[in-house]
């Protein structure tokens, strides 16, 4: 059973910054794509931001210049550093595996909660 595991989320002033990681439990990450969802109260689960097994990146116009995704294969991490934080980021943010060639492994974290407000 594969499992992710977010961390890093918290309460943080507008303007802040967080890290948010994700391990997955798998021997390798290198065949997956990773992405970054979120999803506020009442609203539905929307991309933030995905890489790609060949390291492309693209982002949800919302967090643009804000927030960067990465991934350290050797680690099984994917990280989401985000900036300048506002308070409309506030939501519940879930880690994505979708393996490049097995459209049945695909997966969620149970996901972490960002809280941006003074």
């Known amino acids: 059973q594969v499992r992710l595991v977010e961390s890093g989320g918290g309460l943080v002033q507008p303007g802040g910054s967080l890290r948010l990681s994700c391990v997955v439990s798998?021997?390798?990450?290198?065949?997956?794509?990773m992405a970054w969802y979120r999803q506020a109260p009442g609203k539905q689960r929307d991309l933030v931001a995905r890489?790609?097994?060949?390291?492309?990146?693209n982002y949800a116009d919302f967090v643009k210049g804000r927030f960067t995704i990465s991934r350290d294969n050797a680690k099984n991490t994917v990280y989401l550093q985000m900036n300048s934080l506002k308070p409309e980021d506030t939501a519940v943010y879930y880690c994505?595996?979708?393996?490049?060639?097995?459209?049945?492994?695909?997966?969620w974290g149970a996901g972490t909660q960002v809280t941006v407000s003074s």
């Open positions: 994505n595996a979708d393996h490049k060639r097995v459209p049945e492994q695909f997966y």
């Open positions: 798998v021997m390798s990450i290198d065949m997956y794509d």
């Open positions: 890489i790609y097994t060949d390291g492309t990146t």
